[in-house]
């Protein structure tokens, strides 16, 4: 079956300006991740859904930052007025359940900021 | 709170040569413990889990992992490198099946010279 989907794969950007960054998760997964994987460093958890409602949004990094999911499905992250140091990968994930579930991660999409 | 560390950001091993990679974690109740493995250019995909039970858990691709608890350690190895095992290897724990959000380690990157 089709496993999670984000787009863009790539975008560059300008500073200051906004993105949005979509998430296709697997049909039927409840839970969805948001993560940030930068040069060098581990990923960084950024917010989980679970269903529509976002109980943690402890790792956005700045109010900059803000994400929604749709009809349990769809997430989008939004990046307010960018800056260099946003310019990372930011991997989508989705498991069946939260907790022992496998998360299946997309292939990520390489933000860079000029 | 929980936390992983990875011994080592960069491994290089010889084909056929065994494969170690090092994970320690601190959890203040029974983990379940992860590692991932990351192609260039790909999202991560699930190598092995461990949740309860047998402490030597297999995965996928021949690797294998030990939870040792009295040391907080599950050290990821493989008998026999080949030249498709090249990528970069995370380790990741929760704390149990409450918990929807992994910690990650900064990754190993194995190279496999010929």
């Known amino acids: 079956g089709a496993g999670v989907s984000q787009s863009p794969s790539n975008k560059v950007t300008e500073k200051g300006k906004d993105v949005e960054l979509r998430c296709d998760p697997i049909s039927g997964h409840t839970a969805l991740y948001w993560y940030r994987q930068s040069l060098g460093q581990g990923l960084e958890f950024l917010i989980y859904f679970q269903g529509n409602s976002a109980p943690d949004k402890s790792g956005l990094p700045s109010d900059r930052f803000s994400a929604e999911r749709t009809g349990g499905s769809v997430s989008t992250l939004t990046i307010q007025r960018t800056q260099q140091e946003d310019s990372a990968v930011y991997l989508c994930?989705?498991?069946?359940?939260?907790?022992?579930?496998?998360?299946?991660f997309g292939n990520g999409t390489r933000l860079t900021v000029t | 709170a929980q936390s992983v560390t990875q011994l080592g950001s960069h491994v290089s091993v010889s084909e056929g040569a065994l494969v170690l990679l090092r994970c320690n974690y601190s959890s203040s109740v029974p983990p379940y413990l992860f590692w991932y493995v990351q192609y260039p250019n790909q999202g991560l995909q699930l190598l092995l889990k461990y949740t309860t039970g047998a402490t030597l858990v297999k995965g996928i691709n021949g690797f294998e992992a030990e939870f040792k608890k009295s040391e907080t350690s599950f050290h990821l190895t493989k008998p026999s490198a080949h030249m498709s095992d090249a990528a970069e290897y995370f380790c990741?724990?929760?704390?149990?099946?409450?918990?929807?959000?992994?910690?990650f380690g900064a990754g190993t990157t194995v190279t496999v010279r010929a």
């Open positions: 990741a724990v929760s704390e149990g099946s409450n918990d929807y959000k992994l910690s």
């Open positions: 994930a989705s498991s069946r359940d939260r907790g022992y579930s496998p998360l299946h």
